[in-house]
């Protein structure tokens, strides 16, 4: 998954909440350590997101898998 990829996909699955949390998380800026879902974005769902976006919650989208964040950020 590429940089520009990964911007989009939180950007448009979740917003700026994520990119809040990822400033404060300190990772790398220069591009010295590859960013990727399951390490960086999927602990971040799991503790803000999953207890309201899951299946019959309140949430209207389910993020419980990586299949649900891309799913959840496609446009119609």
Not at 25 to 32: L, M, T, V
Not at 54 to 72: E, F, H, W
């Amino acid at each position: 998954m590429t940089w520009h990829k990964l911007v989009r996909l939180i950007w448009n699955s979740i917003g700026p909440a994520v990119l809040l949390l990822w400033g404060q998380a300190g990772f790398a800026q220069s591009g010295e350590e590859e960013i990727t879902y399951a390490k960086h974005v999927a602990p971040i769902l799991q503790e803000k997101c999953q207890v309201c976006h899951q299946p019959n919650s309140v949430a209207p989208m389910s993020l419980l898998t990586y299949r649900d964040v891309i799913k959840g950020s496609k446009s119609d």
